[in-house]
């Protein structure tokens, strides 16, 4: 009776956990689902109300930019106060941002304001995005690490991620419909705002607040934790000084930058392959973004699990397959092409995204994750500062040299993947863990005193086969000696 129970509580527990992963998982979709939403429609925008190229990529470039300076604060801010609020706070942040943009698009497209006046209040308005809206991410990938063991990490970062993939699948798809008569391109920014002000009252009413869940489901043994600190890996310490995450950062943000050069210079690619005015062509840049995020969640929910694919497989693919993909932009000939090529970068970004933040959250230890997902994040916004402005400058005079740059930074990421110490052991901290754990059971079923966690840097080569042919004498030694019991 009494296991009957301790089981039925566990089981309320998992279905707990689940409904609040399912919440976050929300939040993030519907975050996705406005930016991407509102990126299908900008360039059509744009070149309706005579706003020059280079400046529609520009207008995030000032969200990009506060978002990268806010998001590792409002990480900090998480760890002091938990991590429901700041996921309440973002989400405020995002409804504000997006009913402003849509107001100032909609006196732009009713001739009630100029185009340099709809540039300068619609980048201010997306501002605010930057600085307040900020604060869900990292506290939403905060949220699931620290209700995560090590060996779930990496399939809940990438589930996570598809949250990603999911909304910027809804985003361009659902769009269309809302461009209504009277409201015409901002009805679809009215519609994300609802949506996001509905998951704002759900995160409020459901989501639970626990400022220590990790204590919950803490993996590392008594003791082990103290052990961390090496010199500059303090509470205080810049990631991007850190040994063990500076390597993720810098992959993350380059490969973040080719993806924000694809992603900001596609829907002027498909209206110049299409060869249509930007209204009638809003149709095939809806198909090629669908196209590519369905792409990009195939990777994340298919094949990182079919797979069983480790943070390092997913750099080295990732980086392989969007080179690849950018490879083929630079050659395609028609919209066709485009959109294979497209979907490929997609699938390519869609295992390096959660391969990079995965790989660093695996490097530090539990009390670090609010940090390393504000780092990360920071990293996720300063891809879009300076990049998509760039991108579509150099389209806007060599159709092809944005992609080709793109090949040969994607080529050197393959590349570090392979030589960087950091990245060759991105995740094995994680099945050195599971490693330990099997030898310290088969330790004390023999009365010995469990040994320390092998240091994941030594697993290579003669140590590895040690570690292994010792755990497999002590698991048979333990099996012999339960046989001889009378």
């Known amino acids: 009776m009494a296991f009957a129970r301790k089981r039925a509580r566990a089981s309320a527990s998992e279905a707990t956990r689940r409904r609040d992963f399912a919440i976050v998982f929300t939040v993030m979709m519907a975050v996705a689902a406005g930016n991407s939403g509102l990126q299908s429609v900008l360039p059509a925008i744009g070149r309706e109300i005579h706003i020059p190229d280079p400046l529609v990529a520009g207008i995030f470039s000032l969200s990009a930019l506060l978002w990268t300076v806010s998001a590792p604060v409002w990480a900090r801010s998480s760890d002091k106060h938990g991590r429901k609020p700041l996921i309440a706070l973002g989400l405020a942040g995002f409804v504000v941002s997006m009913l402003g943009c849509a107001v100032v698009v909609l006196a732009g497209l009713h001739h009630l304001i100029g185009p340099m006046v709809v540039f300068l209040g619609f980048a201010g308005m997306r501002s605010v995005f930057g600085l307040i809206g900020s604060a869900s991410n990292p506290a939403g990938q905060a949220y699931v690490a620290d209700r995560t063991t090590l060996e ?18 809804l985003g361009p798809a659902i769009a269309p419909y809302f461009v209504l008569p009277g409201v015409t391109f901002s009805g679809p920014m009215f519609a994300f705002a609802l949506a996001a002000l509905v998951c ?16 919950h489901y803490e993996t590392a043994r008594p003791g082990q934790a103290a052990a961390n600190p090496e010199p500059g890996r303090g509470k205080g310490a810049n990631f991007w000084l850190d040994r063990r995450v500076a390597p993720f950062l810098l992959f993350g943000f380059l490969v973040g930058s080719a993806q924000a050069v694809n992603g900001y210079t596609l829907g002027f690619l498909v209206i110049d392959k299409v060869h249509m005015p930007p209204v009638q062509a809003q149709g095939f840049i809806q198909v090629a973004m669908m196209g590519g995020a369905v792409a990009g969640l195939m990777a994340q929910w298919g094949l990182i699990r079919i797979f069983h694919m480790k943070p390092r497989d997913l750099l080295i693919w990732g980086a392989g397959l969007a080179g690849v993909g950018n490879v083929f932009i630079t050659l395609a000939p028609s ?46 916004g300063s891809c879009v500062i300076i990049t998509p402005i760039l991108g579509v400058w150099l389209y806007d005079h060599l159709h092809w040299a944005p992609f080709a740059l793109n090949s040969l930074v994607l080529a050197a990421m393959l590349a570090f993947a392979f030589v960087n110490p950091a990245l060759r052991m991105a995740g094995r901290r994680h099945d050195a863990s599971l490693e330990a754990d099997e030898i310290e059971q088969a330790q004390v079923g023999l009365g010995e005193t469990p040994r320390m966690r092998p240091d994941p840097a030594d697993r290579t080569g003669i140590n590895l086969l040690k570690r292994r042919l010792r755990a497999a004498r002590l698991l048979e030694a333990r099996r012999r000696k339960a046989r001889l019991r009378p």
């Open 152 to 169: 779930e990490r990496t399939d809940a970062l990438a589930t996570l991620a598809g949250a990603f993939g999911v909304g910027t699948v």
């Open 200 to 215: 704002l009252v759900v995160v409020v009413r459901y989501l639970p607040h626990l400022e220590r869940a990790h204590a």
């Open 335 to 380: 919209y066709g092409a485009v959109v294979t090529a497209y979907a490929l970068t997609s699938i390519g970004y869609g295992f390096a995204r959660p391969g990079f933040s995965a790989g660093g959250s695996l490097a530090v230890t539990e009390e670090e994750q609010g940090r390393v997902a504000g780092a990360v994040t920071a990293v996720n």
